[in-house]
């Protein structure tokens, strides 16, 4: 048999004793009361809420002008007990919560809410109550939400895996709704649910972030308490002192008293071969790239590099052949792992500060910058400086006075990429350039380094010797560099030009060769062009030149037709031609 609690009940019986006599009910089942009236008079809605209260107050039901027709004869409690029986109702049984019984029930409250047809066991989602709230701006609404807040953000709510998505009726009505008002909200649907679940994980997080900022102020407020503030300076005091002597680790490249220097190098250009030319020269004490003497070397190298697998880093360490190899104490490689250094975590970076310190690090060569801005999902363009920053922090927490920071270069090529803070940040700003990837030729420069604006090293070339794996500074800009190679170039021609013309007089003893007019206009090209390579001819012993006059005649020496010459011999006639020296730069790393 259905339960008429739960279900719709049989039709309503008029009390079979009107006597007055009779003990009257003071309270009804909620199927009776709801089949007290057809669905025409009251509703549907307002019949289901009904049926699904336990005992309802006959005064209750009596002051609702919707029902008060059906209930002008007053039931008796045989009646209501007679009724049970017939329906399989135990009338003294009670309900499920245990509490609400016959003698205790539901009042004008909950009639009128299920009148208007809420019953009371509706259930609202929070989502639908953000919504009444910001659509009617109710003040109870308001309180009722941050009631809910309060709930879930509790100690015991935060330790649940989950939190309640919906809010009970008993509960809003406590917060001053009307019945009107609390009719008009939406009963929870699944999509509320899900709305309301994500509310309530939003407020966990930003409830967890303000925490987070909280400690971090507390923390920094605790440090404040025992930071010493630099004493008081007046510029009497200061200038009263001596200007120490200006002298450099590292000739013209690398001041004394601690210095940070950026390397910015081009694609191709072979930054891992330089950097590890550094690390021999401040392991060693070798002039650096052949040309920069190294006054005091580095006694605790620690090397990060981001790029390069273990295995690559031995190999290129071992081709560089480091004597003094105690000096290097800590080789970290992170490819594939450069998120281990976020130093922006206070206790990763502490980590990495203790480990530096307890190796007595005195120089730091970190290579390089972009896998760790990567790993850490940081714009190279705009957010440079919240790596480098916690990176000063680490060098300031180690005591280390001294640091390489490797970035790849960008703007032009002529620049670090990225960031223009990071050209402001360092105490010197070095380059590694190179113009045309598919030429060998690189440049080096270090041209803004503390301390050493009145004798920078101005962009020069490197020569790369590939048996040692060494870089030379030799000098000569891209200009000069350009103009040379001109030069060599309209110098084979011209010496083609005079073996052709030679040929031609070869029986002619008292022949004294070209006229400086002819062969310009035999060679072609620029004047200056021409008169650089005649002097970088004789200058190799390759033509001889005889005046007579205001006349000047050009001959092709004798030393440029032997091929057995070690220098430059002529191309398709005698031998091949070119430079003698060897690669003019270092492997593309």
Not at 98 to 117: F, I, M, W
Not at 164 to 192: C, H, K, Q, R, Y
Not at 552 to 562: F, G
Request: proline share 5%; charged share 25%; glycine share 8%.
């Amino acid at each position: 048999m259905s339960d008429p609690f739960t279900s719709a009940g049989p039709a309503w019986e008029p009390p079979t004793d009107p006597s007055d006599s009779a003990e009257r009910a003071i309270a009804v089942p909620g199927p009776y009361a709801a089949d007290c009236l057809t669905a025409a008079e009251v509703g549907e809605p307002a019949r289901a809420a009904l049926r699904s209260l336990e005992w309802v107050n006959i005064d209750a039901l009596r002051a609702e002008e919707a029902l008060n027709p059906a209930l002008r004869v007053l039931p008796t409690v045989g009646d209501i007990d007679g009724w049970c029986r017939r329906h399989g109702i135990n009338p003294t049984r009670p309900a499920p919560n245990g509490k609400v019984d016959r003698n205790t029930p539901v009042h004008q409250t909950e009639v009128r809410l299920a009148v208007a047809g809420v019953g009371v066991a509706s259930r609202f989602a929070i989502s639908d109550l953000i919504a009444a709230q910001s659509e009617s701006g109710a003040e109870w609404i308001e309180r009722a939400l941050a009631w809910v807040r309060e709930s879930a953000l509790s100690r015991d709510a935060m330790r649940r895996k989950t939190t309640p998505t919906e809010v009970a009726l008993t509960d809003l009505f406590g917060f001053g709704a009307s019945i009107d008002e609390l009719a008009a909200l939406p009963t929870v649907t699944p999509a509320a649910r899900v709305a309301s679940a994500r509310l309530l994980m939003l407020w966990k997080q930003v409830e967890y972030e303000r925490a987070r900022q909280d400690a971090r102020a507390a923390l920094a407020s605790e440090k404040v308490r025992v930071i010493e503030l630099p004493a008081v300076t007046g510029l009497d005091e200061l200038l009263s002192g001596d200007d120490p002597e200006v002298i450099a680790r590292i000739d013209r490249l690398w001041p004394e008293g601690g210095a940070r220097i950026l390397l910015a190098a081009a694609a191709k250009f072979g930054k891992t071969t330089l950097v590890y030319n550094l690390v021999r020269s401040w392991a060693d004490g070798d002039e650096f790239l052949g040309a920069f003497a190294v006054r005091r070397p580095a006694e605790r190298i620690v090397i990060v590099d981001t790029e390069m697998s273990r295995a690559m880093v031995r190999k290129w360490l071992r081709s560089q052949q480091i004597t003094n190899t105690e000096a290097v104490v800590d080789v970290i490689c992170l490819r594939g792992q450069a998120g281990l250094f976020d130093l922006r975590n206070d206790a990763l970076r502490a980590r990495w500060a203790v480990r530096l310190a307890d190796l007595g690090c005195d120089m730091l060569i970190f290579d390089c910058l972009k896998p760790v801005l990567d790993a850490l999902g940081l714009s190279e363009g705009t957010e440079t400086g919240m790596f480098t920053e916690p990176f000063d922090e680490l060098l300031h927490e180690a005591g280390i006075a001294d640091a390489l920071m490797v970035t790849h270069m960008g703007h032009g090529m002529e620049r670090a990429r990225g960031d223009s803070s990071l050209l402001g940040r360092y105490d010197g700003n070095w380059r590694g350039l190179r113009p045309d990837p598919l030429l060998p030729t690189r440049f080096f420069a270090a041209e803004d380094v503390r301390d050493m604006a009145d004798d920078p090293v101005a962009e020069g070339q490197l020569t790369f010797d590939p048996a040692t794996l060494r870089l030379s500074y030799v000098g000569g800009d891209r200009r000069a560099h350009a103009n040379d190679t001109a030069a060599e170039a309209r110098m084979q021609e011209m010496l083609n030009v005079l073996a052709d013309d030679r040929e031609a007089h070869s029986d002619d003893d008292d022949y004294l060769g070209m006229l400086t007019t002819d062969l310009r206009d035999a060679v072609g090209g620029k004047k200056e062009t021409l008169t650089a390579a005649i002097r970088l001819a004789e200058s190799r012993d390759l033509l001889h030149i005889t005046r007579r006059g205001r006349a000047t005649y050009h001959r092709l020496a004798d030393e440029a037709r032997d091929p057995l010459n070690t220098g430059t011999v002529i191309e398709g006639r005698f031998g091949g031609f070119g430079d003698t020296a060897g690669s003019s730069g270092p492997p593309a790393r």
